[in-house]
Structures are given as C-alpha cells and as structure tokens.
C-alpha cells in the first residue's frame, strides 16, 4: 500500500488519557473522536464517531484500577473497529494486566496473561506495543507482532541528572538481576541481590543482601510497585547494611493502598516511577517522581505505521 493511502488514528481509553493526550502531542495529531460509556449494570459500551474503515488504528490502553474495566474496555474498542473495517488494529497497552499470573506456580493455578493475549486476540489486535513486561516470555502468548519497549533509559537519564557517587543498582530477587546489570552498566555502578520471599500474595520478606552495599547510593530497580511492601523492606534492609541512601525505580506505579503511607515512612529517600499508570497529581510529590514515557510510545507508533524498525531503538533485549 502506498504512504499516501494509509491513515493512522489513535484513539484512547478512558484508563490513562493524561499519557494518550502526551503521545498524540508528540505525533502531531488529535486523539480520535470514540464514545465510551456504561450502562446502569456497569456494561461498557463504545461506538467510534469517525469513519476508521481502511485505516491503521492505535488504541492507547493501560490496565489501571479498576483493571478488569480497563481491559474490557480495550477488548470492546478492538471489537468495533474490526467490526468497522480498520485495516490494522494496535493495542497500546502501557502496563499490561495480569503479568504476574505467566505461569502455574503451584497446582491448579491459571496462567491468565496468557488468557488476556487469547483475548485480545480474538477481539482482533493485530499487533501489540507494551513496556517492561513482568517476564518477557509474555510476548511468546501472542502469534502477532509484540513490540516490547522498556523505560530504561528515561530511568537512566533521571539518575545521571542526580550525578550520585558510589551507585550500587540492587535486583530486588534473582529475576530482575538481567535488567538491574544493565541498569548498572548505564550508570557506571556496581550490582547487588536482595533474595526476597513471598508467603503470601503481596507479602515480602527479605532474608539476605548479596554484594556490597555499605556507604553506597543504592537504587533498587523494578518493573512494578504494587502495595510497596517489597521496596519498603528492601530499602530498610539496605539501610541496616550500611547503605548511604537508598533510591527506587520502577517503570509502573501501581501504588495499591498502603503504598503511599509505606513509603512516606520508609527510609526511601526518593521513589522514581513512570506514567504507564495514572498517579494522582498530589501524590506526584513528595518521595514520588513521576517521568513521562509519553515519546517512547509515540516514536514507536511513528515507525510502526511507517514500517521501520522499532527494536533498534527499545527492545530491552537489544544488543545486551
């Protein structure tokens, strides 16, 4: 198909539109016109305003609170712009739901991210754009394109502007170690392990500290804070090694309650997270930084619809 033929139009959900709203501005475009409301019972019903027969469509989704709204809302916009002929359907999906459920941890367990892929699939997503997944095997559930985009280097750039000295990057447990290495190589640092346990859902207990943490900058590096159960232990653990101040970062901000009340009382002196998730304006302060990952998307929506390469430039995996 020629470029003069293709049309692209981004239209977004009701989840995150502070992020969509920054991602259409860096395209240069207006959001598309869709209407999205609820019935008396809570069924989510939409109906895109504008024509998108034959058009490339992005759809700008986050799996916020309430997330199974959130999904369903994405699974219906996909529904009815197959249904009205797009040519391409994207999800945009900033923080993918259910990422912690990739595989049986104990018997009789479902795998539901793998569920949520099967979903979207059959709602007609033609491709997916996402960031720092929980496990990257995710992208293995889709038969279709997934473009799997880290924040990273925004993190990055945010520490280097702090120009700490002795910086230790800390893997919250054994399965980040791969991402906190590479954080660790951008800023010049060194590497540390907490090993960490889970007794129960949204419970952490953190047993040892691998590495040398003692008089350092510590910046523990994760994917998600949820409930901030994790970070809180871990940074008084840090503190209690000897650590001279301890730093987090996250891509998605979750902030399930008592998130905010943890880390206010915590030794954290900073929590660094991006805009995946809506945090409210007033809790963007304080202990908690809130970074715009708003030209990532909208560069990769660019090269997407321009059938360049997006890997070269964000696929965390990338020349490691």
Known sequence: MAESDKRMMVFAGTSNLELAEGVAQYLGIELGNVKISKFANGEIYVRFLESVRGADVFLLQSACEPVNDSI???????DAAKRASARKIT???SHYGYARQDKKSAAREPITAKLIADLMTVAGVSRVITMDLHQGQIQGFFDQPVNHLTALPILADYFESLSLDNICVVSPDVGRVKVAKKFADMLGGTLAIMH???PEHNVAEITHVIGVVEDHNCIVIDDMIDTAGSVTEGASSLMNN????VYVSATHGIFSPPAYERIESSPIREVV????LPVPSEKGGGKI???SVAPLFAHAIQNVYKDESVSELFDPDFQL
């Open 72 to 78: 369903m809302e994405l699974l219906i916009m996909s």
């Open 91 to 93: 999800a945009v999906v």
């Open 196 to 198: 960490k346990g889970r």
């Open 242 to 245: 000897g650590a001279k101040a």
């Open 273 to 276: 997270v991006t805009n995946t």
């Open 289 to 291: 930084r809130v970074l």
